[in-house]
C-alpha cells in the first residue's frame, strides 16, 4: 500500500511517501504566509522524487502544528502520536525519543510496543529548540551550521543561563564584549539548550535507548552537549526532519497502530 504522510511544522512543510514500510519519496519547503501553496510544492516535490502521480498514493495522515490546514488528510495526528510511531519502526530498542525542531521540543517516552508511556514539551520561547541556535548564530555572525562545528573544539564550559533568543542574545553580546572566544561561546548556546532539553526529558523518566529526531539533530554541537548532559549516546536517523511524516505515513497505511 503507498501511503503519505505529510508534517506541517512551524518552519517547514514536509512530505514522505512509503510503500510497505520503503521510503519512495521525500519533499521539503519552507513554510510561509500562504500555508495551502507550500503544503501543495511540499508535495509536488514529493512525488516528483518518488517518481509517481499523486493518485497512486492510497492514504494520507497529516501531523505538525499545521496539521488541520491539510484539507485533503484522510486523518490526522499529533507530533508525539506521530512521532513515537515513526521511531518504533526505524528503532523498535528505543524506549526515550527526543524531538527538537524549530519552535518546540518534546520527549516521548514509549513502551516496547512503541505506544507512548508519558510525554512533556517545553516552551515556545524557552532556549531549547532551534530557532534559539538560529538566533545566536546570527549574533556571532556566523553560518548555522559553522555554529555546531566550532562548539565542538571548545575546551571551556561558559555558563549561560537563557531563557529565550532575546535574553540568550544578550548574553552573547556580553560574552563577546569579555572578549570569550568564539568556540566557547558557541558551545554555552548549545549547552544552555541541551540542558534545558534534558531537564524536560527527565520529567517523562529518560530510559535506553533514546532515538534524536527533528532538524537540530543535524547540528553536531547541540548533539554533543545532550550526550555529555545525558551521560549516554543518542540514536539519530538519517533524516531526523522527516520522522514524523514518517509516522503519519506509517499509521496511515496500518504499518503502525
Not at 166 to 174: A, I, L, Q, T
Not at 175 to 199: F, G, N, P, Y
Amino acid at each position: 500500500m503507498i501511503s503519505a504522510g505529510i508534517d506541517v511544522g512551524a518552519k517547514n512543510v514536509k512530505v514522505l511517501i512509503q510503500e510497505d514500510g520503503k521510503v519512495l519519496g521525500k519533499g521539503s519547503v519552507l513554510a510561509g504566509l500562504d500555508m495551502g501553496a507550500d503544503i501543495k510544492e511540499a508535495f509536488d516535490a514529493a512525488f516528483k522524487d518518488a517518481g509517481i502521480a499523486r493518485d497512486k498514493v492510497e492514504k494520507l495522515y497529516a501531523t505538525g502544528a499545521g496539521r488541520n490546514e491539510v484539507k485533503d488528510a484522510d486523518d490526522s495526528y499529533t507530533e508525539v502520536g506521530a512521532d513515537a510511531a515513526g521511531v518504533a519502526y526505524l528503532y523498535p530498542e528505543a524506549r526515550t525519543v527526543i524531538d527538537v525542531g524549530a519552535e518546540e521540543g518534546r520527549a516521548i517516552r514509549v513502551d516496547e510496543r512503541g505506544k507512548v508511556v508519558d510525554f512533556a514539551i517545553n516552551e515556545r520561547c524557552a532556549a531549547g529548540a532551534g530557532a534559539f541556535t538560529e538566533a545566536m548564530a546570527r549574533a556571532l555572525e556566523m553560518p548555522l551550521e559553522e555554529l555546531g562545528k566550532i562548539s565542538l573544539t571548545s575546551t571551556k564550559a561558559v555558563p549561560m543561563n537563557a531563557q529565550c533568543a532575546v535574553f540568550g542574545e544578550s548574553e552573547v553580546v556580553s560574552l563577546i564584549h569579555q572578549k570569550t572566544e568564539k568556540r566557547d561561546i558557541a558551545r554555552a548556546v548549545h549547552d544552555a539548550m541541551a540542558t534545558r532539553i534534558t531537564s524536560m526529558a527527565r520529567r517523562v523518566g529518560v530510559q535506553p535507548e533514546v532515538a534524536l529526531i527533528g532538524g537540530v539533530a543535524k547540528n553536531v554541537g547541540f548533539v554533543e552537549s545532550l550526550e555529555r548532559d545525558l551521560e549516554l549516546e543518542v540514536m539519530i536517523p538519517d533524516d531526523p526532519e522527516f520522522v514524523s511524516a514518517l509516522g503519519a505515513a506509517l499509521l496511515a497505511a496500518g504499518i503502525a497502530k
